[in-house]
């Protein structure tokens, strides 16, 4: 699909869930995430016509989000039924790892090609703090599982906030001599108000490259395939990889391919969007796939140019990242 600003759209962001089984300060508030209800949210069989619209309409990639994907049941047969798709698309997840160790080989086996880990430290009193829950070391067996299961290449989100973990992004880099991992370091994004963070705990693309850089000379990596938010490097002679998303400080809009459809199925044609489309109406009336496809083209065709982040138009909706899906 082709958007307004001529941008290919063929990479579709599957929310299956707004619950999740950590609280991290940056996503959500502790209190008053109003989960959705059974009959809100989508049906496996509900976000498959969706997910065959969409690739019908061209969408090659589909990544699987929440909420936490993996605590709703029967992720793993609904991982099945998207990768046998008749265009066989390239399925990919993303988690916070809690339940990757019990869930990697199943996945796998399933047809999920690839995997995104966030985690935000390698402390465990920090982990406490910032995800509000405990479960660090079952994260780091869920990331071991996952690469035995070929899993690969293994991503790690990692979000630095100033004064809460950024003084560990040393620490994961350090990582990636060692390991062939993606270690990505994703600039903070206000999306909700409610979130424990004021803007100004941001730390910026640029800070993040120059605490990578006491570390080793950053040797950039071009990109092949693809564009993805982040901007690519490595260390001399290291197996891993580093990455930055400079999501608000120097915004890749121009290359974006994307679309997602929220768990209780609505199109949001950007990360940032005020506007929502309602799809769940049309899949709840038995609309055919031809109205499908119509819906999500009109959705592509309103994709904004870009986001609005810092600018006096800039609003922040009332969704937090757990009901988009990051
Ligand atoms: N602004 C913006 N941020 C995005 C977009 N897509 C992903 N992100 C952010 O990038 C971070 C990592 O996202 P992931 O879920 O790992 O997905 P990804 O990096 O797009 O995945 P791959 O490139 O397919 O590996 C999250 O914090 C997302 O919110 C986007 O289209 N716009
Ligand atoms: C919303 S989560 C959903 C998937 C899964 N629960 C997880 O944490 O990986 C998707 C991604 O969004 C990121 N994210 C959440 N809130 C964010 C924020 N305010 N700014 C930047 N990234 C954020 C998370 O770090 C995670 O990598
Ligand atoms: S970032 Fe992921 S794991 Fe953390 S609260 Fe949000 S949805 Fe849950
Ligand atoms: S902010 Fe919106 S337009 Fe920009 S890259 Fe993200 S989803 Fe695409």
Redesign the pocket.
């Given at each position: 699909m082709k958007d307004s600003f001529g941008r290919t759209i063929d990479y579709l962001r599957l929310s299956v869930t707004d619950r999740?089984n950590l609280r991290?300060r940056?996503?959500m508030p502790e209190e008053g995430v109003s989960a959705l209800g059974h009959g809100d949210i989508l049906s496996y069989e509900e976000l498959l016509r969706v997910a065959r619209a969409a690739t019908v309409a061209g969408v090659r990639k589909i990544r699987v989000?929440?909420?936490?994907?993996l605590v709703r049941r029967g992720i793993v047969d609904f991982i099945g039924e998207l990768s046998a798709l008749p265009t066989r698309p390239e399925i990919s997840l993303?988690?916070?790892g809690l339940l990757l160790a019990e869930l990697a080989g199943d996945l796998k086996r399933a047809g999920l090609c690839r995997i995104?880990v966030?985690l935000d430290t390698l402390r465990e009193d920090r982990f406490l703090r910032i995800t509000r829950r405990e479960g660090l070391s079952r994260v780091l067996d869920g990331l071991r599982a996952a690469e035995e299961a070929g899993l690969t290449p293994l991503k790690i989100?990692m979000?630095p906030i100033a004064g809460e973990n950024a003084d560990e992004i040393v620490d994961f880099a350090r990582l990636t001599l060692r390991h062939p991992w993606e270690m990505r370091f994703?600039?903070?994004?206000p999306?909700s108000a409610d979130?424990g963070y004021p803007p100004e705990s941001r730390f910026p693309a640029a800070a993040i490259i120059e605490e990578l850089s006491r570390l080793g000379i950053l040797l950039p990596i071009s990109r092949s395939g693809p564009a993805g938010p982040a901007r690519l490097f490595h260390y001399a002679g290291s197996p891993g990889r580093l990455g930055v998303i400079p999501?608000v400080s120097e915004h890749f809009c121009g290359e974006c391919n994307r679309l997602r459809v929220t768990a209780d199925g609505r199109i949001r044609p950007c990360l940032f969007s005020t506007e929502e489309i309602d799809i769940k109406t049309a899949l709840r009336s038995g609309a055919s796939e031809e109205v499908l496809l119509e819906i999500l083209r009109g959705a592509v065709q309103v994709k904004p140019e870009r986001h609005r982040i810092g600018e006096a138009d800039f609003s922040q909706g009332p969704r937090g990242?757990?009901g988009i899906?990051?």
């Open positions: 999740c991290c940056y996503c989000t929440g909420g936490e994907p993303t988690t916070n995104n966030s989100n979000v994703i600039e903070f994004m999306v979130v999501a990242m757990q899906g990051g």
